[in-house]
């Protein structure tokens, strides 16, 4: 990719889900940005944000294509001279035949290895700067577990959660644009919880890094060794059963004692996952 001159970053999209996709994808969408530009200056960068067809790449350009709810020709791409790589925002393995594939796991990085004949990189996501941040100063009462998203693939591990948890569970599903969102992680000191879709296990970075960019407070199901090292000091890890426990913890510590809590982790997290830092993070065979 060194020697390309343009670069055109295409995401997955779809008229009645659109807004959605663009809110989900924003974070992979910025990280790419900062990350190309950092390692390869010289390349311009074309962004699609709602592409009807690709005859607009040259012959010598190259296609970045984040998402796999729709996947280009690959193959005929590459028989025009385009050089091809797939962003894969999934939490499982897709064989695509694009010269490189991406992943924003190190997880799905290690299990993309066993692929053949392709250029596997983990390309993580950074820190999103000037975001409004959890106010764990100001005290709240009650203070809730809040899980982002939706509990489709998730039913088995939410029926094993204790009443008393469930009853300090709010589960939000209806947040697709930055006001809102912004609005939302600023109003109010909660913690914020991660579980995995059943029968995966990689971290779900794209939402967890967010999260931790807003200071969050994050308590996740153990994930897999790999991303669980990745992320050691910036999310409390656990057994399922241990959230309650954890979340009490958490329920017990002065305002103060919490967004001391919430600085330190989230000055680890922009040491660790910042442009500059990339030679330490980004790894491909």
């Known amino acids: 990719m060194e020697t390309t001159k343009i670069i055109h970053i295409y995401y997955d999209h779809g008229n009645e ?20 530009n950092e390692l390869y200056p010289a390349i311009q960068i074309v962004l699609k944000v709602n592409p009807n067809d690709l005859n607009n790449i040259q012959e010598g350009d190259t296609l970045l294509w984040v998402g ?14 385009i050089y091809t790589i797939h962003y894969n925002s999934e939490p499982y393995v897709k064989y695509v035949n694009s010269n ?10 290690a299990s993309y290895r066993k ?18 941040s ?10 809730k577990l809040i899980f982002i ?14 009443d008393t948890l469930k009853k300090n569970l709010i589960i939000i599903q209806n947040i697709w644009n930055d006001t809102d969102y912004n609005r ?15 029968g995966t296990a990689a971290l ?14 994050i308590i996740s199901e153990h994930t897999n060794t790999i991303d669980d090292e990745l992320y050691k000091d910036l999310i409390y890890f656990c057994k399922i059963k241990e959230i309650g426990s954890i979340l009490n913890e958490f329920m017990q510590k002065t305002p103060d004692e919490l967004q001391d809590i919430s600085d330190r982790r989230y000055k680890i997290f922009c040491e660790r996952f910042n442009s500059k830092n990339l030679l330490n993070l980004i790894i491909e065979n």
């Not at 796999?68 to 001279?81: A, E, G, M, V």
């Not at 490189?100 to 990085?109: C, K, L, N, P």
């Open 115 to 132: 692929i053949q004949n392709q250029i596997i990189k983990f390309v993580p996501i950074l820190f999103e700067e000037n975001v409004p």
């Open 134 to 143: 959890v106010p764990y100063n100001i005290r709240n009462e009650p203070m």
């Open 17 to 36: 889900i659109a807004e959605v996709l663009a809110f989900m994808y924003k974070p992979i969408l910025i990280s790419l940005i900062k990350i190309i």
């Open 149 to 162: 998203g939706s509990l489709q693939f998730r039913e088995n591990k939410y029926r094993t959660l204790p």
């Open 100 to 109: 490189e594939i991406w992943t924003y796991s190190r997880y799905m990085y």
């Open 204 to 217: 779900p970075s794209v939402r967890i890094n967010k999260l931790l960019s807003h200071k969050c407070i």
């Open 68 to 81: 796999s709810i729709k996947i280009p020709d690959f193959d005929l791409l590459k028989k025009k001279h």
């Open 184 to 198: 939302f992680i600023s109003d109010k000191a909660n913690i914020f919880l991660n579980l995995n879709k059943e």
